[in-house]
């Protein structure tokens, strides 16, 4: 797999963000992509119309006695574009709890 520390390259000075969304697993995470646009150009790299993305699996998280993964996720691209974008993949991405 990709390391999600390598921010894909943009050409400009964007702003990219790394986030951890634990309890969505990296194939999960690769169908969410596909289904906002993206296309996997190689294993755990996506790119989409004014995005790019790096895929990993994200530590693990210790809750008690559970241990919790996830995917860590290094966006990159134009900051209105990452913002539509990021509200649409916040929505695939929720998980309840309690």
């Given at each position: 797999?990709?390391?999600?520390?390598?921010?894909?390259?943009?050409?400009?000075?964007t702003?990219?963000?790394?986030?951890?969304?634990?309890?969505?697993?990296?194939?999960?995470m690769?169908?969410?992509?596909?289904?906002?646009?993206?296309?996997?150009?190689?294993?755990?790299?996506?790119?989409?119309?004014?995005?790019?993305?790096?895929?990993?699996?994200?530590?693990?998280?210790?809750?008690?006695?559970?241990?919790?993964?996830?995917?860590?996720?290094?966006?990159?691209?134009?900051?209105?574009?990452?913002?539509?974008?990021?509200?649409?993949?916040?929505?695939?991405?929720?998980?309840?709890?309690?």
């Amino acid at each position: 797999m990709s390391d999600a520390n390598a921010i894909p390259p943009t050409g400009d000075d964007t702003p990219a963000g790394v986030f951890d969304y634990y309890s969505v697993p990296v194939w999960m995470m690769k169908g969410y992509l596909e289904q906002l646009g993206g296309r996997e150009v190689r294993d755990g790299y996506f790119e989409g119309d004014g995005w790019q993305a790096v895929l990993s699996a994200a530590p693990w998280r210790h809750i008690g006695s559970l241990r919790v993964g996830g995917t860590r996720a290094a966006f990159a691209g134009k900051d209105d574009v990452l913002a539509a974008f990021y509200i649409r993949l916040h929505q695939k991405t929720m998980r309840g709890g309690g």
